[in-house]
């Protein structure tokens, strides 16, 4: 199962060549993420809902760091007005950390659809006040076990 998260591009969004960057990409995936794994003041608002349940604001418990990402940009994505299709699942569900995967689809509703670009982040939970890892617990392992599937096939290299 996969979460969809809409995400609106910025006129801002694009560099000189009129498609959206490629550090503006990483941007992207963090909005997508936070909207799709963190507690918001309205809890019906985040797009899984129950898969919100990271705390991100100042003085939590606990911090969500990045560890590792991963892009391979498929096709490059021009402005578009509706919001693109970002699908999110989990790849690995560790004892501290996941992998939370990507792809980035043209808007819904368009034909033919096109993937512009697969990722993966590797987050690690941080317990605030150590500053060490800490296990996910049971709260969040059985929000975001349902969405555990294969991790993301890039191409190969080389």
């Not at 800490?134 to 191409?155: G, H, K, M, S």
Request: proline share 7%.
């Amino acid at each position: 199962m996969r979460l969809h998260v809409p995400i609106k591009l910025r006129w801002s969004d694009l560099d000189a060549y009129g498609h959206v960057n490629n550090a503006e990409m990483l941007r992207l995936l963090e909005e997508a993420r936070i909207e799709a794994f963190w507690v918001t003041d309205d809890a019906e608002a985040a797009v899984g809902g129950s898969t919100a349940v990271l705390d991100g604001r100042p003085g939590a418990d606990t911090l969500t760091l990045i560890a590792r990402q991963e892009i391979e940009y498929l096709a490059p994505i021009p402005y578009l007005r509706p919001p693109l299709d970002v699908q999110l699942w989990i790849g690995r569900l560790g004892g501290a950390s996941l992998e939370v995967c990507y792809e980035v689809w043209s808007p819904e509703g368009t034909e033919p659809r096109t993937l512009f670009t697969r990722a993966a982040t590797t987050i690690v939970l941080v317990d605030a006040g150590t500053q060490r890892p800490r296990r996910i617990n049971e709260t969040e392992r059985a929000a975001w076990t349902p969405y555990l599937d294969e991790p993301v096939q890039f191409t190969k290299r080389g």
